[in-house]
């Protein structure tokens, strides 16, 4: 079995660029609201609802970007 380093270092890079759209698309949202922190809600305060939303926002975002990277 042959393994195609093309094709793992292409996967590596496209995950790396996924990886980072998802941390500023998450920072899009946090930064602009000063008087909410969305990290110390979900962490400190523990609010679940906050938490479940921020999970389907990522899995949202990295639907996108899958469906982006495999065209």
Known sequence: MEINMQAVINSLIFSGIGIAVLVVAFLAIDIPNKNYHLWHQIVEKQNLALAVLMGA??????????SAVHG
Request: aromatic share 10%; hydrophobic share 90%.
């Open 57 to 66: 926002f990522a899995i949202a975002i990295a639907m996108i970007i899958s």
